[in-house]
């Protein structure tokens, strides 16, 4: 029989079931289960690690078949040999198939994998077009999420003029929700005729999407000495509330300059906290990056000026096709994506980013 681990892979994941074990034992202790932000860290990473004990434990059974073949193999007579070294043969095939899972398992996983994501849109150039079109993309997103069984919360919202979205602020919550949405982050580009344009002609509109995963207090402690809370009167949606009450929020952290804003609550209190929700949000992400440089480059491409020569994505509707820029990617079936059928492509984006860390770790 080959090597059973000739890369080593099963060796380096040893170490992993080891940390799976103690991580049980800290799921039973009093002291984590009375600690939530820690209980859910430790659940977290006990939930990782349960395939790689799986695919450990599978490789030591196969390991202990096929020595146990290989022995009998030495006192088989020929009969018994060819049906041995075909069970052999077959136990080298199901190891070269284990080893490729434990070279995935391998890929060091996402720090926020698991978590909510908030993610922003925002209308930016070709006027009211884009705006619209920025309603086009939330739209999407919702029916993502509701075909992917997620949930999304609107945190703010301000809708422009004809209907379409100026800004947009919301909060997607689901178990895989980062890991497919940390890709749309990014100026999204559409080419298509305008309701505004009365000659037919194709106008190339643009809207950025920020992708940010949420933290918690815990994580990300903010001084209230370096913010500076402005109230005032709501503006926009809000029924009977709106100008009634300053009950709308700005808040902004002056160390960084991020500035926040809430208004869709009828509470201040309320719009406080949401306003806070995502200034810590912002705050990790520039933590992030500031310490990453290739999350830094990706911080940078989300928040691009949303600029028609920037773009991470293009929607053109004329011939149905919608082309991912950063892999090469074009699928000609734009209204099925639009209608929230996203994996055709986030699947391929998913599929090159493995490929990327599996050739990063050889």
Same mark, same amino acid.
């Given at each position: 029989m080959?090597?059973?681990?000739?890369?080593?892979?099963?060796? %380096?994941? /040893?170490?992993?079931?080891? +940390?799976?074990?103690?991580?049980?034992?800290? &799921?039973a202790d009093p002291a984590t289960l009375a600690n939530s932000a820690e209980l859910q860290r430790v659940s977290r990473r006990y939930r990782e690690l349960t395939a790689v004990v799986e695919v450990v434990d599978a490789h030591a059974r196969l390991v202990a078949d096929a020595?146990?073949?290989?022995?009998?193999?030495?006192?088989?007579?020929?009969?018994?040999?060819?049906?041995l070294i075909a069970e052999i043969e077959r136990i080298d095939e199901?190891?070269?198939a284990l080893a490729?899972?434990?070279?995935?398992?391998?890929?060091?996983?996402?720090?926020?994998?698991?978590?909510?994501?908030?993610?922003?849109? %925002?209308? /930016?150039?070709?006027?009211? +077009?884009?705006?619209?079109?920025?309603?086009? &993309?939330?739209?999407?997103?919702r029916a993502y999420a509701q075909r992917r069984g997620w949930t999304i919360e609107v945190l703010t919202t301000d809708v422009s003029d004809l209907g379409g979205i100026n800004h947009v602020t919301f909060v997607v919550r689901g178990e895989d929700a980062w890991e497919r949405l940390k890709f749309e982050g990014g100026p999204h580009r559409v080419q298509r005729v305008p309701v505004t344009e009365s000659q037919?002609?194709?106008?190339?509109?643009?809207?950025?999407?920020?992708?940010?995963?949420?933290?918690?207090e815990v994580e990300v402690s903010i001084d209230d000495r370096d913010l500076d809370v402005d109230v005032y009167r709501s503006s926009g949606a809000g029924g009977q509330h709106v100008n009634t009450t300053d009950s709308a929020v700005r808040i902004t952290h002056r160390p960084s300059g991020i500035v926040v804003t809430m208004q869709d609550e009828r509470s201040q209190i309320q719009n406080r906290a949401r306003a806070m929700q995502v200034l810590r949000a912002r705050?990790?992400?520039?933590?992030?990056?500031?310490?990453?440089?290739?999350?830094?480059?990706?911080?940078?491409?989300?928040?691009?000026?949303?600029?028609?020569?920037?773009?991470?994505?293009?929607?053109?509707?004329k011939e149905s096709r919608v082309t991912d820029h950063r892999i090469g990617l074009t699928v000609h079936r734009l209204p099925d994506v639009l209608a929230g059928d996203l994996d055709h492509v986030i699947e391929p984006l998913l599929l090159d980013e493995r490929e990327r860390l599996l050739a990063s770790d050889r």
């Open positions: 080959r090597d059973a681990d000739p890369h080593g892979l099963f060796g %380096r994941l /040893a170490h992993l079931a080891d +940390e799976h074990r103690e991580l049980e034992a800290r &799921l020595a146990a073949a290989e022995e009998l193999l030495e006192v088989a007579d020929a009969q018994e040999r060819t049906g199901l190891i070269e490729e899972r434990a070279q995935v398992l391998l890929i060091p996983a996402d720090p926020d994998a698991g978590r909510a994501v908030i993610m922003e849109i %925002r209308g /930016a150039e070709g006027g009211e +077009e884009a705006n619209l079109f920025a309603r086009d &993309l939330l739209d999407m997103y037919g002609r194709i106008h190339t509109s643009s809207a950025t999407v920020a992708v940010l995963p949420e933290v918690d705050l990790h992400a520039l933590a992030i990056a500031d310490r990453d440089a290739s999350r830094s480059e990706q911080r940078r491409s989300q928040l691009g000026g949303g600029g028609r020569s920037e773009k991470i994505r293009t929607y053109n509707f």
